[in-house]
């Protein structure tokens, strides 16, 4: 792959880690095009404006997602684009439920700019990359496969809305914010509710939250 046409998407709400990452980057593709997202809705609108990207090193908490929620969209909405996780929390569960989702690799924060660029590299020659010390082989917990295989059934927009669920957000809220109809959104909750196995919108939630650890914050959803 021409470094020329090398194009990464750093997704990052601290301005000081988006540049060790962009030094990372540089390193090692030098003529690489780096955008730059500190919230979620600025990573989706560079992708709907330039969606020809090669990889995405995404934070599991940002304005606008927390959690999984953000991955999980991102490889329904962009199945071809590889996604990296670059998260503080580290430990072995988050690294698995990453992978389990679709993450192409996990960087830990912890870890120094030469770490990053080494990491990098790797997934750039298509290599899945972790830290070489996690443990990867205890026994998943069927009840979390179980949400796991719901969750991933959800299309993009039906995500989009449960992301906004999450948050407590109203039907009309969402509705506003995604720029469609009360009506559409309504569908969309009776959608995520069937697919998720659940009969109402905090069990939605809960759902969620339980898939994602204490990572995906949990609003106080009330309309049913």
């Known amino acids: ?35 730059e997202a500190g919230a979620f809705e600025e990573l989706t609108a560079l992708l709907e404006q330039d969606a020809d990207v090669d990889l995405i090193l995404l934070d599991l908490s940002m ?12 490889r329904a909405q962009y199945p071809a684009i ?19 989702f679709g993450a192409s690799g996990f960087i830990p924060k912890r870890f120094g700019v ?11 020659e298509g290599d899945v990359w972790v830290p070489p010390d996690t443990d990867l082989s205890s026994q ?14 959800l299309t ?39 697919k998720l196995g659940v009969e109402s919108r905090t069990q939605a939630v809960i759902a969620a939250a339980k898939i994602a650890g204490s990572q995906w914050r949990q609003g106080t959803p009330s309309e049913q």
């Open 140 to 153: 998943a917990d069927p009840e979390m496969t179980r949400l796991r295989d719901r969750l991933v059934t």
């Open 1 to 35: 792959m021409a470094a020329s046409a090398t194009h990464l998407v750093i997704a990052d709400d601290h301005p000081l880690f988006r540049a060790a990452l962009r030094q990372a980057v540089g390193s090692v593709m030098s003529s690489a095009k780096i955008d």
């Open 156 to 194: 993009p927009q039906q995500v989009r809305v449960l992301m906004m669920l999450s948050e407590g957000l109203l039907n009309k809220q969402i509705a506003y914010e995604l720029g469609v109809s009360e009506a559409t959104i309504k569908a969309h909750v009776s959608a995520i509710l069937q």
């Open 114 to 124: 030469e770490t990053l660029r080494d990491a990098i590299l790797k997934v750039m």
């Open 82 to 100: 590889p996604v990296v996780i670059v998260s503080a929390s580290d430990d072995g569960a988050t690294i698995r439920r990453s992978l389990d």
């Open 63 to 74: 304005p606008g997602i927390s959690g999984f929620s953000g991955l999980i969209y991102l």
